[in-house]
């Protein structure tokens, strides 16, 4: 099965998904589609346990244009978990009593 997320420009997006095992495998643009490394940061499996939140963490997508194409990254942004949790339960204050956890964030 496949699931997409569409990210924001600025805040916190939200989708529901079955309890399970999963994994990032691409990301995309209107320009282009990226498959994740699967022994990237952003690559690894992830057990998502029923009524609990999981994070992806705090993540930039850029592009910069080269001679003939346009080159397409997208990076992490240290956040701690605890700024990344606030935002998600100010967006979310309906989740906020759910277990929560955070892909890329960083734990202090």
């Known amino acids: 099965m496949t699931y997409v997320i569409a990210f924001a420009e600025r805040g916190v997006t939200l989708i529901a998904v079955p309890a ?4 990032l495998v691409s990301w995309r ?4 589609t990226k498959l994740i490394p699967a ?3 952003f690559g690894q499996p992830f057990e998502l346990l029923p009524a609990q939140v999981t ?3 705090h993540w930039f997508a850029y592009a910069k244009h ?3 194409e ?3 990254s997208i990076v992490p942004s240290q ?3 605890s700024e990344e949790v606030e935002a998600f339960q100010t967006t979310y204050p309906s989740f906020a009593h759910r277990r929560i956890q955070c892909l ?3 734990p202090w």
Do not use: K, N, Q
């Open 20 to 23: 399970g095992r999963y994994r």
């Open 29 to 32: 643009t209107a320009r282009t």
């Open 39 to 41: 022994d990237s940061a």
């Open 55 to 57: 994070l992806l963490g």
């Open 66 to 68: 080269g001679v003939h």
């Open 70 to 72: 346009f080159y397409y």
């Open 79 to 81: 956040i701690p978990l």
């Open 104 to 106: 890329g964030c960083e």
